[in-house]
T-cell receptor, first 110, second 114 residues
């Protein structure tokens, strides 16, 4: 296990709703990244936070937003959910060398 | 932009067979290259990595060599086990200035039969 935890494990939401996903980083890691993995595809980079500031963003609209807290835990917020947002959302915390992924949150939008 | 292409699966093998999963990349500069493995219902685990040309990453019997001339990072294992059944992802990180953003390939599902 990597020491990175995510909650909840599974979530079902309705189109148009808002969702918050949470991630606890591995101890001592000050950088967290979020990825979206659609079924049967590779993960896509959403954004990264370093010391509570967004520090890089992928090709995702502004309704995807995040926060990083002083203890380096993190949230991913998605507003106005769309059916295509259904995916596994992965959080990864990193030291200077590599990224450690959590088990993911499976989001289903109906 | 940066991209990673890997062979489509599924790849079905018998136990003790030789496994190769092809991976090629497009990137500017000198990226670092990775192989991740995802077991059913789990997140990604780093399998091996290489940070510069001609480096060989290895772990758990898997190997991959960073070939800059062919922009490739093919994964190999000489004798697979049923427990190697998983989805394998090739990925690159452009350079240190790009932070930790990883670009992944589409994944290759491997099924090893006893």
């Amino acid at each position: 296990e990597t020491g990175v935890t995510q909650s909840p494990t599974h979530l079902i939401k309705t189109r148009g709703q808002q969702v918050t996903l949470r991630c606890s980083s591995q101890s001592g890691h000050n950088t967290v990244s979020w990825y979206q993995q659609a079924l049967g595809q590779g993960p896509q980079f959403i954004f990264q936070y370093y010391r509570e500031e967004e520090n890089g963003r992928g090709n995702f609209p502004p309704r995807f937003s995040g926060l990083q807290f002083p203890n380096y835990s993190s949230e991913l917020n998605v507003n106005a959910l769309e059916l295509d947002d259904s995916a596994l959302y992965l959080c990864a915390s990193s030291d200077r060398v590599e990224q450690y992924f959590g088990p993911g949150t499976r989001l289903t939008v109906t | 932009g940066d991209s990673v292409t890997q062979m489509e699966g599924p790849v079905t093998l018998s136990e003790e067979a030789f496994l190769t999963i092809n991976c090629t990349y497009t990137a500017t500069g000198y990226p670092s290259l990775f192989w991740y493995v995802q077991y059913p219902g789990e997140g990604l685990q780093l399998l091996l990595k290489a940070t510069k040309a001609d480096d060989k990453g290895s772990n758990k019997g898997f190997e991959a060599t960073y070939r800059k001339e062919t922009t490739s990072f093919h994964l190999e294992k000489g004798s697979v086990q049923v427990s190697d059944s998983a989805v394998y992802f090739c990925a690159l990180r452009p350079n240190k200035a790009a932070g930790n953003k990883l670009t992944f390939g589409g994944g290759t599902r491997v099924l090893v039969k006893p």
